[in-house]
């Protein structure tokens, strides 16, 4: 298998150095920046799998810069947060940033996230069962080149929008509650997915919906979650 690459953007040296014995422990190869701005030249000039990206930095933070990532590329982000607010994650989430981690983190827990994440990057695998392409009316899924059109336009999903697209357009009709869709495209317990998973929604219908407040395809069912309509 080919070398995985993670960045790691942190002002903090310690934490930079600390995040990279872990990752390197697990036999990833680690590019390291203390700002936004530093990250964005790495990018250009190197092969990166996933960025670990803290909010709070000098010259350019997290937030700008996950939108300014988010305007070029779709790897997986992995956002740093010093605060416990839910403010901070929901607005990481919703400028493109893929998960979150609070500060202070356990190192083991940030390492299995970040193998998490690889791994749905790397080997974005279809469902059981699904087809190679998948049409709801002028929405279409293909799993072979992991792209989503409408009406025939190439839209722009993050790997995690595309997970969830792919699970809904796949068992069309279906309602999937909010905890097994987190469950079934994080692979891990639901426990409070609640704001992740809206946020998620929201932008996927930014892109695919022509008004996202009066959505074609991806329905929600108050009370129960969420459907992409046949």
Do not use: C
Not at 27 to 46: P, T
Request: glycine residues 6%; proline residues 3%; charged residues 30%.
């Amino acid at each position: 298998m080919e070398q995985r690459v993670v960045l790691i953007v942190d002002d903090d040296k310690e934490i930079r150095d600390g995040i990279e014995i872990y990752l390197k422990h697990e036999g990833i190869s680690v590019l390291k920046a203390k700002d936004g701005l530093e990250a964005m030249e790495m990018l250009e000039s190197s092969e990166v799998h996933l960025i670990i990206l803290d909010i709070m930095m000098p010259r350019l933070d997290g937030i700008t810069a996950t939108f300014k990532i988010r305007e070029r590329r779709n790897l997986p982000i992995l956002i740093l947060s010093a605060k416990s607010e839910d403010s901070d994650k929901i607005l990481g989430l919703h400028v493109g940033a893929d998960d979150y981690v609070t500060k202070p983190f356990n190192p083991m827990e940030l390492v299995a996230r970040v193998k998490s994440l690889l791994r749905r990057y790397v080997n974005l695998g279809s469902f059981e069962g699904a087809k190679k392409t998948i049409n709801l009316q002028d929405l279409m899924l293909d799993q072979e080149a992991k792209e989503v059109s409408v009406s025939g336009e190439a839209v722009r999903l993050t790997p995690i929008e595309y997970k969830i697209v792919e699970l809904l357009m796949s068992h069309a009709g279906r309602v999937f509650s909010i905890q097994e869709i987190y469950e079934r495209v994080w692979k891990e317990p639901g426990y409070n997915a609640e704001n992740t998973v809206a946020v998620h929604i929201r932008k996927i219908r930014e892109k695919i919906e022509i008004n996202p407040k009066n959505p074609r395809y991806l329905k929600v069912v108050w009370g129960i979650g969420y459907k992409m309509e046949k």
